[in-house]
């Protein structure tokens, strides 16, 4: 059973790319690899059903010089170069790659509404906070992680519980076991980790389920959440604000002015580890997005080889490339949330860490 549903998850995955270039044969366009991975990997105003041919159009809320305006996407025609003009508000709005512009009064000799200066638009944007495909998918998976221990709680609190943990809690209860013992208290202390363990398991989970969901190629789910830059600084942020302000005076004295070392070595060494403050959390972000992304792509790419060859004799060989890469792509889905939720803790537990004098 299990071996038949991840069979059909790849071959649906690569059903949707095959579906994708189908739709540009039939309009005469070259296949362009780069082009359709990063369709694949970035954000959107509509999700792909099956594939490019039923569409779900997600609302767009904006806040524009004339106030709010909120329409369906649909209204765009499914073009995202420019070239479809929506009016609302007095306001004459543009897509370009996912992005909405106020557009020009009338199109310029190609048709577009945008002014394009090397492959990017100079029009203003107005604030946009439309329902897209990612964010779709952070509140799926926000109502899913608050279904699952909403129920885990309430069975712990039922006459049910007899010590032994049963349906969500069996699955759930192992993995907050490990985050506690394995992850909070080594990095935090037995004496502070409390604190910090409710935020450690959700960025853990959180993480884990949207990289999951960007492995499932169908509708509700196939958003590439974690490969969202804005997603993971985010997520990296949090980390960095909670750190800054659980910072004891033993964390900042190392920072500031290291204690052991000569005052000349001091000198040198505090504007690196002040440094070092900003590049951490950045590191997260970088991380996490870049593992991601990356994995979104080799498998695009992988497929789009048979394209790229005008041959199916080499779909089989690209189809156990893709297998052998998904395979890997879900331990990566959990390795990646595990990185950013230890590496979370380690840095909480600098900050919080007692100097030698107070031990």
Known sequence: MKKFIFSFLVLLFVSNIVLAEDKNQN???????????????KDSHQFSILGERIVLNL????????????????????DDTGKVKVEKNGLALAKYHEKIYYANATPNFEGN??????????????????????????????????????????????????????????????IIVFIRDEIAIPNIGEKKYKKYLPFLLTIFFFIWLNNIFGLIPFFPFSANLSGNIAFTCTLALFTFIITTFSGKKNYWKHIF???????????????????????KP??????????????????????SLIF??????????????????????????????????????????????????EH
């Not at 309009?27 to 991975?37: M, Y």
């Not at 002015?257 to 590049?279: R, S």
């Not at 970088?286 to 497929?303: D, E, K, Q, V, Y």
């Open 257 to 279: 002015w290291a204690p052991g070392v000569p005052v000349p070595m001091k000198l040198f060494l505090a504007p690196i580890e002040f440094i070092g403050i900003f590049t």
């Open 59 to 78: 609302p767009v809320i904006l806040w524009t010089d004339s106030g709010l305006v909120c329409f369906s996407s649909k209204e765009f025609n499914g």
């Open 113 to 174: 509404y945008l002014d394009i200066e090397h492959e990017h638009p100079v029009n203003k944007t107005p604030w946009d906070f439309s329902i897209t495909e990612n964010v779709f998918s952070m509140f799926l998976s926000m109502v899913l992680l608050l279904v699952i221990f909403v129920g885990a709680a309430r069975y712990y609190s039922s006459r049910k519980y007899n010590g032994v943990p049963k349906g969500v809690a069996s699955v759930v209860e192992p």
């Open 308 to 357: 790229i060859f005008k041959s199916y004799l080499v779909a089989p060989a690209s189809i156990v490339a893709v297998v052998f890469i998904f395979l890997i792509e879900i331990l990566v889905t959990a390795l990646q949330a595990y990185i950013f939720t230890i590496l979370s803790a380690l840095y909480f537990g600098m900050a919080v860490e007692d100097s030698h004098e």
């Open 27 to 41: 309009s005469n366009k070259e296949f362009n690899p780069t082009e359709t991975a990063l369709h694949h990997v």
């Open 282 to 303: 950045f590191s997260l972000m970088i991380r996490l997005f870049a593992n991601i992304t990356a994995g979104h792509i080799i498998i695009i790419s992988l497929i």
